[in-house]
């Protein structure tokens, strides 16, 4: 049987739990969100596709940033608390094994994806979806898991990519793809996007006051998350 992570949306059990916790958390408001902003660059003006949206934190910010957002989750009560919490976007309900079929061709200016592509099973056909609404000289903004990260946790063949399951430390259980960085820079190149950027983020000097262990730990091991900003390939012709 081949491992795939499945279509339900995980996250809909513990929307709610989610969005108190990743508001102001280290790991949500004090290092992926900084480091994808930053990758991201000067939205104002533009429209950013937050694909996987979740409870609207990072949309919020583009939002105030001046961006015109589009969003799109799995879980209805994410979309729901997106809808709450930026009325001005447009959020709709939606899984990354279907097409964005209400998106044309090169439409968008930004695409944000993160923290989830682990989830997806057919990563290649989502990134080359993602790839295809936007616009040539654009740019998607790619944070996942840090694979070395994950291998210290999990051990095994690091090369081998597998579906596994976890409990983490509120109950939640979640189950998501581990892969290799290689296979993370492999699968963008077969969707057609050229890796501009590489980030391995450390916190912000504000998480300190939540946890000096955390904030000290991710500033000199690899076991958070890493963030990448790709381009489109002008080579594929797509």
Not at 137 to 153: E, F, N, Y
Not at 162 to 174: D, H, K, L, P
């Amino acid at each position: 049987m081949v491992d795939e992570v499945g279509n339900q949306p995980q996250y809909e059990a513990f929307a709610d739990e989610f969005l108190d916790h990743a508001r102001d958390g280290l790991f949500n408001a004090h290092y992926d969100r900084p480091a994808c902003m930053a990758l991201l660059g000067d939205v104002a003006d533009v429209t950013v596709l937050d694909a996987a949206c979740g409870p609207g934190l990072y949309a919020h910010e583009l939002s105030r940033r001046g961006a015109r957002v589009i969003g799109f989750d799995q879980s209805p009560r994410m979309v729901e608390l997106a809808r709450q919490r930026v009325p001005e976007g447009d959020f709709r309900v939606h899984d990354l094994c279907h097409s964005l079929e209400w998106l044309e061709d090169r439409s968008v200016d930004r695409v944000l994806f993160a923290l989830a592509v682990e989830y997806v099973d057919d990563r290649i056909a989502a990134l080359r979806e993602l790839r295809r609404v936007l616009r040539p000289d654009g740019a998607l903004v790619l944070s996942r898991l840090h694979p070395t990260g994950d291998w210290i946790r999990h051990g095994g063949n690091y090369f081998e990519p597998r579906v596994i399951e976890e409990t983490w430390s509120r109950g939640w259980r979640v189950r998501y793809w581990l892969t290799s960085l290689e296979q993370t820079c492999e699968e963008l190149h077969q969707a057609g996007f050229l890796i501009e950027r590489l980030l391995e983020p450390r916190p912000t000097a504000a998480a300190a006051a939540i946890s000096r262990e955390q904030h000290d730990r991710l500033h000199r091991e690899p076991t958070g998350f890493l963030a990448i900003r790709a381009v489109p390939d002008p080579r594929t012709g797509a």
